[in-house]
């Protein structure tokens, strides 16, 4: 019996040095934590337009005889949005404008001003009555208060990102003007994370 027992201690002492040589791995580990997955660039190349009285492009009697509105603010796109995103998303926008006044009836704020996008049709962007912040907004999202602008293909795109090009475009048929009226005009854009 001691030849058995001295046996089975002078195998286990053999093997545990085997086994503590043969652990020479270890591990790393680290969090992730995502704070935003969604980045929104947009580049502004909206001018300035001041209508006139003489026959020159941004005249009164150029906007008349073409039975067409809204028409086309300048020449080129005034708005290129980027989206960069991790997640399912969806863009939307609402502008917003100084003087409520200028409008002829009730409503016709929401049929003022249109975006198009590059070989897309025109859409109405409703007016910002909720005063939102396009940095912090997080809704609602429905088209009460926003005009779905969406573009791209709504998934994760990085690295590369998706853009848009936007012309804006407007309906003077909308506004009762003054001589002395000057409009400034903000056009708000939002994604939406449509994973949530």
Do not use: C, R
Request: net charge negative; hydrophobic share 45%.
């Amino acid at each position: 019996m001691k030849k058995l027992a001295m046996g089975i201690i002078l195998a286990t002492l053999v093997l545990v040095p085997f086994a503590a040589m043969a652990d020479t791995g270890g591990s790393a580990s680290a969090t992730l934590t995502f704070d935003a997955v969604i980045n929104t660039v947009i580049t502004d190349n909206w001018e300035n337009l001041t209508i006139t009285q003489n026959d020159l492009e941004d005249s009164i009697a150029s906007m008349v005889g073409g039975g067409t509105v809204p028409i086309d603010w300048g020449t080129g796109f005034e708005i290129t949005a980027t989206v960069q995103a991790m997640t399912d998303w969806k863009v939307w926008a609402a502008y917003v404008v100084n003087d409520l006044g200028v409008f002829n009836a009730a409503g016709d704020e929401d049929a003022f001003l249109y975006l198009k996008p590059d070989g897309g049709t025109a859409v109405a962007l409703p007016h910002d009555d909720l005063g939102f912040d396009p940095l912090t907004y997080t809704g609602p999202y429905s088209s009460m208060t926003l005009q779905d602008v969406s573009f791209g293909t709504g998934v994760n795109n990085l690295p590369s990102g998706e853009s848009e090009d936007f012309d804006v475009l407007w309906d003077p048929s909308k506004i009762d003007a003054s001589a002395s009226d000057v409009l400034n005009l903000t056009v708000k854009f939002v994604v939406e994370d449509t994973s949530i």
